[in-house]
Every structure is written in C-alpha cells, then in structure tokens.
C-alpha cells in the first residue's frame, strides 16, 4: 500500500493505491479519505478496483 496526503479545498486528505492478489489474479486499487481535525476519516471516496 501507497499512501501519501495532499490538501484540498482547504482539507487534508490521504490519497491511496494497493496492489495485490484474489485467488492468483492481480487486483489493485486507488481511493482517498479525508482527515477530520481530530485526526480521524471523516469522509472517503469509493475504491477503485481493477
């Protein structure tokens, strides 16, 4: 897993892409998850599978 944080509108978020496998096939994926100020996921965006 990837993780990295960038800011928008004003609020951080944490930008993420995995790779892995299901039952031999390769499978990865990318999301993002916004940081409330107490330091815990407020929001998040579906993760993409491929």
Do not use: K, Q
């Amino acid at each position: 897993m990837d993780c990295r944080t960038t800011e928008r509108d004003g609020r951080t978020l944490v930008e993420f892409s995995w790779d892995s496998d299901d039952d031999g096939n390769p499978v990865s994926g990318r999301g993002r998850a916004a940081l409330a100020e107490d330091a815990t996921l407020a929001a998040s965006t579906p993760v993409t599978e491929t």
